[in-house]
């Protein structure tokens, strides 16, 4: 049994990783400060003997009682609507946020696991996307504070780990959809799914016609896990190469909800991937990772979960 601290682990993500940590027999400690996370993404934990939560803002600092084995970085709002709404704070977190969680593991003689993302690779000119590929990030955009965050966090990682000799893992993720997003986050998964069952028009920018390659939550976990408890410091790219264009999304989630909602077309936001596909040649051969969740049937789990929340007014 191990002792893992979980940055972020009342998030979407997060508290999917806590919830697999805790039933192979891990003992978590979530650290969130509910910006984006929520306490209800926890609460069915939060009485198991093996968890515990701490409110706290990982930039403010981090301090926790006892051994820890592992320390995995899930903390960063990571939607669309964030970029906008808290683009100082995404930086912050994505650099004092993630130097404190680098110190605490240091500290504590912890491994460090470091979750990146697939922004970093930008819009990029490379199809499908290896790790070896340095991208196509534009700076200075809206969706820069993102993108910059994460290749900041990763520098700083590999910084640690050549400086001062720190264990670290470190994996990119691509588009992850399942229960526990939150329904006005912004990403092309919820916003669908909640208009389609709102009787709202599905919004799908430009023609539709950009590609995404959609991750079910419970594959994506896996993947960490597996990486957490692998050899390969990384990157490695987690996610599904399977590959659907937004239009494709859109009529999947009105024929699985039985929806009338028309589809409309309005403008491509700034510096918005025309494709985003991971090449897991590596996870595979690396790790024997791959997603085993089919899109349609993880749309399926995802639409349910979303009708129950918004029968319980969630």
């Known amino acids: 049994m191990s002792r893992v601290v979980v940055a972020g682990g009342a998030g979407f993500l997060g508290s999917h990783l806590c919830r697999a940590l805790l039933l192979r027999g891990d003992e978590v400690v979530a650290v969130d400060n509910l910006v984006t996370g929520s306490r209800r993404n926890i609460d069915a934990l939060i009485n198991h003997r093996a968890f515990t939560f701490q409110h706290t803002d990982v930039i403010a600092g981090v301090v926790v009682d006892g051994p820890v084995d592992a320390v995995m970085n899930l903390a960063s709002p990571a939607s669309p609507i964030d970029f906008a709404r808290i683009p100082i704070e995404i930086l912050q977190v994505g650099s004092v946020g993630t130097k404190n969680l680098l110190d ?7 491994r460090f696991f470091q979750a990146s ?12 996307q290896t790790e070896s590929y340095w991208g196509h990030v534009n700076p200075i955009g809206p969706r820069s504070v993102y993108d910059e965050s994460k290749r900041f966090g990763e520098a700083i990682t590999m910084a640690y780990h050549r400086v001062h000799g720190l264990d670290v893992r470190m994996v990119r993720i691509f588009n992850t959809y399942g229960p526990h997003m939150r329904p006005d986050d912004g990403r092309v998964v919820s916003n669908f799914i909640t208009q389609a069952l709102l009787g709202k028009p599905l919004t799908v920018y430009g023609e539709g016609s950009q590609t995404r390659s959609f991750c079910y939550a419970i594959d994506e976990v896996a993947g960490f896990l597996a990486v957490l408890d692998s050899d390969y ?3 490695i790219n987690i996610g599904n190469p399977g590959e659907f264009t937004v239009l494709e999304l859109a009529r999947m989630v009105l024929e699985i909800t039985g929806s009338t909602s028309e589809i409309t ?11 985003r596909c991971p090449d897991i040649s590596l996870a595979r051969s690396v790790l024997g990772w791959e997603p085993v969740t089919a899109l349609r049937e993880g749309i399926e789990r995802t639409t349910a979960w979303f009708v129950a929340q918004l029968e319980a007014g969630g």
């Open 233 to 235: 410091v990384g990157p």
């Open 265 to 275: 077309f309005v403008a491509l936001p700034e510096d918005d991937p025309t494709q």
């Open 117 to 128: 993302t697939s922004e970093v690779y930008g819009d990029p000119l490379q199809h499908p």
């Open 104 to 110: 605490l593991a240091l500290g504590k003689g912890a």
